[in-house]
């Protein structure tokens, strides 16, 4: 195997981004979480000793079940009970460490776990249709100002596909680039995208146990995107989309 493509060459590329990190120059590690105003009025969600109606499923089942859906239910919505069950298989945190670093329900490198999530919600209990994004450390939803259309104009910057119009909510994870490079420089981008897997194929098994179905969108626009969501596209950024809704039952 030619040395260029073999484990030295990967052992010398990695050390090397990794001196770049922030952490190799004895720079402030960063926040935990993106900040928000202190006199924002937040959402609690159920804690998950709370979620007494999320059935159980066996995890083989749920993985034979799962298949990608792009039509769902519309005249059925999520509970908030259901949403906060997705919200803490996904991105849920368990401890706080005096790191201080969070560990979550999903793997991720160096428990970065670098990433924020927005909600564009459509259908669900007790929430105002619109753009939220999910508080972990204090299991809440913060209200995002966003324009009144804001499920047809990410519809439009993800190729204009449908499923996102019909989608009970959708999920946005946006990537947070300075907490995952601040460990391990630029070879932090590919695991920003081995994280996203990880924190998506969650959500896919977590659905099923609901009734729910979802379709993983990596094809769009991230000019757009980003610019709709109002994210700057290089220090935070769009890495995966994913619509979720009641699934359709069984046609006879």
């Not at 770049?20 to 720079?27: I, V």
């Not at 809440?140 to 009970?168: E, F, G, H, M």
């Not at 999920?171 to 981008?189: D, L, N, Q, S």
Request: with cysteine; proline share 6%.
């Amino acid at each position: 195997m030619p040395e260029k493509h073999g484990y030295q060459f990967i052992k010398k590329t990695y050390y090397s981004a990794m001196e770049d990190s922030g952490e190799e120059q004895k720079l402030p590690q960063p926040p935990l979480e993106l900040d928000y105003p202190a006199k924002a009025s937040l959402i609690p969600l159920p804690e998950p000793e709370e979620m007494t109606h999320i059935p159980d499923i066996e995890l083989r089942e749920a993985i034979e079940r799962r298949k990608t859906a792009r039509r769902y239910d519309e005249s059925q919505s999520l509970t908030l009970e259901e949403l906060s069950y997705l919200l803490w298989i996904t991105q849920g945190v368990r401890q706080v460490t005096e790191r201080p670093v969070t560990f979550r329900n999903v793997p991720s490198a160096g428990a970065r776990h670098a990433f924020e999530t927005y909600l564009v919600v459509n259908r669900v209990d007790g929430l105002e249709p619109g753009l939220y994004r999910f508080i972990a450390l204090e299991n809440a939803l913060l209200k995002v100002d966003a324009p009144q259309d804001i499920t047809q104009q990410v519809s439009d910057a993800c190729l204009k596909q449908q499923q996102i119009i019909r989608a009970a909510v959708t999920f946005i994870w946006v990537a947070v680039t300075e907490r995952m490079y601040w460990r391990y420089g630029e070879r932090g981008y590919r695991y920003l995208h081995l994280d996203a897997g990880h924190v998506c194929q969650n959500l896919y098994l977590g659905a099923e146990a609901i009734g729910c179905g979802t379709c993983a969108i990596a094809a769009y626009d991230d000019e757009m995107l980003n610019s709709v969501l109002s994210l700057d596209g290089n220090d935070l950024w769009v890495i995966y989309v994913a619509p979720l809704g009641k699934r359709l039952p069984p046609e006879k």
